[in-house]
């Protein structure tokens, strides 16, 4: 599987960006979990949002509940995230991952996913 996100750029803090993650290769699109997680520079990567595909579940890191949304459209093998209301702390590169099955236990572990994207930039300035 591979990953191409893209749809990041410069917003200004309150401002909207939906990000997009294609997918392409020998699989199913519908059989992978997706997630996004994004690295803030000189800190760790993580979790943003997940969705499994098998369960219908989705989960959220609670910095952007209520402010992002996952989804998912398996027709166009794309998975979306729209980011609203968007903070000077939401500045990060953001990557898009998918899990090897459409369900993964943890969604907000980075060890469930095998297949990651290449990341795109947001950044939101005050």
């Known amino acids: 599987v591979q990953l191409q996100a893209f749809g990041g750029g410069l917003v200004q803090a309150g401002g909207s960006l939906r990000l997009s993650c294609a997918a392409s290769?020998?699989?199913?699109?519908?059989?992978?979990?997706m997630g996004w997680f994004r690295q803030a520079p000189g800190k760790e990567r993580e979790f943003v949002a997940g969705?499994?595909?098998?369960?219908?579940?989705?989960e959220y890191a609670d910095s952007v509940k209520g402010r992002f949304t996952i989804s998912r459209d398996n027709a166009k093998n794309t998975v979306y995230l729209q980011m609203n209301s968007l903070k000077p702390e939401d500045t990060a590169v953001y990557y898009c991952?998918?899990?090897?099955?459409?369900?993964?236990?943890?969604?907000?572990?980075?060890?469930?996913?095998?297949?990651w994207g290449q990341g795109t930039e947001v950044t939101v300035s005050s």
């Open positions: 969705i499994n595909w098998s369960d219908g579940r989705i």
């Open positions: 991952a998918a899990g090897a099955v459409g369900y993964v236990p943890r969604l907000v572990s980075e060890h469930e996913y095998d297949y």
């Open positions: 290769g020998r699989t199913t699109f519908s059989s992978h979990a």
